[in-house]
Nanobody, 121 residues
Framework: QGQLVESGGGLVQAGGSLRLSCAAS????????MGWYRQAPGKERVFVAG????????AYAPAVQGRFTISKDNAKNTLYLQMDSLKPEDTAIYYCNYYYTSYSVDQYDTWGQGTQVTVSS
């Protein structure tokens, strides 16, 4: 069992950018696919983006495709999410976690504290 610490959130105007980081002290980070998830107020947590163990084959939810970019630095045990052209509907708490294509979001049983992203109109 390791630890996931998200950071980089904040308040930004619509159209702005933020870069989220996830410092991961989890077993075998460098050989594990990782992903970003978010939970908006009153809604379930959903998948945002995922990437393979080597940083290749990124996958995105349709709502963020073309605006967000996920990347993974195995040397630093850190996962990133570059968010551009932010919209008010991107407002949520953002979390990182493992990324298994066969899993539903509710199958991950351990989460970090997340980082709050608020986009004003």
């Amino acid at each position: 069992q390791g630890q996931l610490v998200e950071s980089g959130g904040g308040l930004v105007q619509a159209g702005g950018s933020l870069r989220l980081s996830c410092a991961a002290s989890v077993p075998a980070f460098s050989t594990t696919s990782m992903g970003w998830y978010r939970q908006a107020p009153g809604k379930e947590r959903v998948f945002v983006a995922g990437v393979a163990w080597d940083g290749n084959f990124p996958a995105y939810a349709p709502a963020v495709q073309g605006r967000f970019t996920i990347s993974k630095d195995n040397a630093k045990n850190t996962l990133y999410l570059q968010m551009d052209s932010l919209k008010p509907e991107d407002t949520a708490i953002y979390y990182c976690n493992y990324y298994y294509t066969s899993y539903s979001v509710d199958q991950y049983d351990t989460w970090g504290q997340g980082t709050q992203v608020t986009v004003s109109s």
